[in-house]
């Protein structure tokens, strides 16, 4: 039996006031961490203010998952925590924490709608948006680990996306590949996500496919139907002949053959 969620509101107004800073913040975070990896010789000052930054924001999330948790009734509180996998993931590793950006893509009104259309382009939108976004930080993170290990074959950033891609793909060339633990956590997270993706995208394309052969078969069917009405309208629209008047039938006659005979 499905579980029915008791109603929330102080969590509603929570998340309706916070929703535009936590998606500033989140942006902040992508920008942040992506100079912190990229950019090896930064001054220490702008390093230092970097690191300011992707602290604050730890401490944000965590804050703000606590306090929705907190506003959620008794009853609650662990179906809400199982149901937000990503604002727990976000507030315990840095690689969930950019996933907290495209919580705006919910308030777009075409989105809400509950058509077969806009459920599968949420879908879409979602899953395109979740794996660039997955890909590129699985890509940043580990390269931070790897760079520097001996031995490593992932050290530029070009080679961390070319990995993630083959890996995110299932096709993993093995060309290069993490050597380090926190490198190899990193594999099977992209791994799981990886499956994920292909699983979304497979179903997605399966819908389009199910929902196409329905319309042409629906069209189909009703052109048949009015085939079939028009035929049957033409059909009691002949005009029904009624007795022919004696007249008619004696005008048409033929002559009579004994006026015709010799006697």
Known sequence: MAHRSAPAPRRHGWEQRTTVPLFALGVAFIIAYSVLVLVQDLPPEVRFWLMVILGITWVVFIVDLVVRVSLTPH??????????PIDVLSALLPVFRAFRVLVLLREVPYLQRKSGAAVRTNIVIYAICYSVLFIYFISLATLSVERDAPGASITSFGEALWWAVVT?????YGDAYPITVPGRLYAVLLMAGGVAIVGTASATIISLINERIGLVRISHEATVTASGASSAATTEEEPVEGPIPMADLLADAPDDPLTDREI
Do not use: P
């Not at 009853?75 to 937000?84: E, L, N, P, V």
């Not at 995110?168 to 993993?172: I, S």
């Open 75 to 84: 009853g609650d509180k662990w179906h809400f925590i199982g149901t937000h």
């Open 168 to 172: 995110v793909a299932t096709v993993g």
